[in-house]
């Protein structure tokens, strides 16, 4: 199989290790490309939830795949989540090509650009850590329950649909997220003269332009490997949203296409809990 080149990929919130995982979605997805960087942004393996009873083949794979991007001369940086910070205590460590990060800083073509997992912003991880990892335990099985059901609704012909969804945004209330994410990176980017900044963590892909007094910055979001299988890809100075559809296929969503779609809108609405 042919595979594509590409300048810079970003991916994060695969979680590893869990049940939600689309791990062989995500190796099909890597062995379709040819990176010369790739981006983990935090949360890839899930050490919150890690247990020695599941960790199947497909996610081996993914690893395996990672560190054969390495061995090819890709240049991997792996940036800490909240679900793997366990490794922040080999932050600035660096092993040939692969690198483990707190937070990250490149020039794209001549672009200012700031890769963040984006836990900074959460309340429930940095003040009651502890109801976060119960709601991941509950949120890795409501993923399976809701495989199972989608598996029914299939056989009776019916729509799929994700339970986790319609029920994240009231759980992150109960715990008092912040509640507005994407607002927040970006004034926190347009402060810094970021031109782009660059998250995981929400499990929600986006690419967004806003500008305020102060300036105005690119937030793009890579999604997860959970319920989105999204990822996000920057190629010849034009970054674009990668999704994987229905296990089969990726379909690109061009972000110059986006940008015009929300100019339209005003690109004024970051409301994380919709």
């Given amino acids: 199989m042919k595979k594509r080149a590409v300048e810079l990929v970003v991916i994060s919130d ?9 791990a062989k979605e995500l190796h099909n997805y890597l062995s379709s ?10 949360d890839i393996v899930d050490i919150w939830q890690f247990r020695k009873s599941y960790f199947p083949k497909s996610h081996l794979k993914v690893i395996r795949k990672i560190i054969d991007f390495t061995s090819k001369g890709t240049q991997v940086y792996y940036i800490t989540g909240n679900h793997d910070e366990m490794l922040r205590k080999f932050s600035d460590s660096r092993l040939g090509n692969f690198s483990i990060l707190d937070k990250l800083v490149l020039d794209l073509d001549g672009k200012k650009s700031w890769f963040f997992h ?35 609704l299939m ?20 715990v008092k997220f ?17 031109d782009y900044v660059v998250c995981g963590h929400i499990h929600e892909p986006k ?21 989105n299988l999204t990822a ?7 970054w674009k949203l990668y999704r994987h559809v229905a296990n089969i ?7 110059h296409e986006m940008e015009t779609l929300l100019t339209e809108n005003t690109m004024v609405n970051f409301v994380l809990n919709k």
């Fill in 14 to 22: 695969v979680h590893l290790g869990t049940f939600g995982c689309h």
């Fill in 249 to 255: 296929e990726i379909v690109e969503e061009d972000y």
């Fill in 207 to 227: 690419i967004l332009r806003q500008s305020n007094k102060k300036g105005e910055t690119h937030y793009l979001n890579s999604g997860d490997w959970v319920e």
């Fill in 178 to 194: 912040i509640g507005d994410f994407e607002a927040a990176a970006i004034d926190l980017a347009i402060e810094n003269k970021y």
């Fill in 118 to 152: 984006g836990d900074i912003f959460d309340s429930s991880v940095q003040h009651a850590k502890w109801i976060a990892k119960l709601g991941g335990i509950g949120y890795d099985y409501l993923i399976l329950l809701n495989r199972f059901i989608n598996w029914c």
């Fill in 232 to 238: 996000l890809e920057y190629n010849k100075k034009r």
């Fill in 33 to 42: 490309i040819k990176p010369k960087t790739l981006i983990l942004n935090g």
């Fill in 155 to 174: 056989k009776l012909g019916r729509e799929p649909y994700s339970f986790s969804k319609k029920i994240k945004s009231s759980v992150k209330k109960a």
